[in-house]
């Protein structure tokens, strides 16, 4: 499976990632919880990619996220 880094959805912080995530449901309906999350490099960009489980029929999706805003930077 390839990854669509060019559309990863562009986020300021990881709270608003697992805020997009609990707005999104699955094809069937389900609420998604996150399983896994791993901090990619790519072409010297950063991403996070969060593996997210159905609730209700436990189909996998991963969800990637533009992080380059905030990643490593000092506030």
């Known amino acids: 499976m390839s990854r669509d880094y060019e559309n990863a959805k562009v986020v300021n912080s990881v709270s608003e990632e697992y805020s997009i995530i609990a707005e999104m449901n699955c094809e069937c309906g389900g609420n998604l919880e996150v399983i896994m999350q791993s901090l990619i490099e790519k072409a010297n960009k ?24 905030f990643f490593g930077k000092i506030y």
């Open 46 to 69: 950063y991403y996070d990619v969060l593996l997210c489980k159905c609730k209700q029929c436990e189909k996998e999706e991963e969800v990637i996220f533009d992080i380059n805003s």
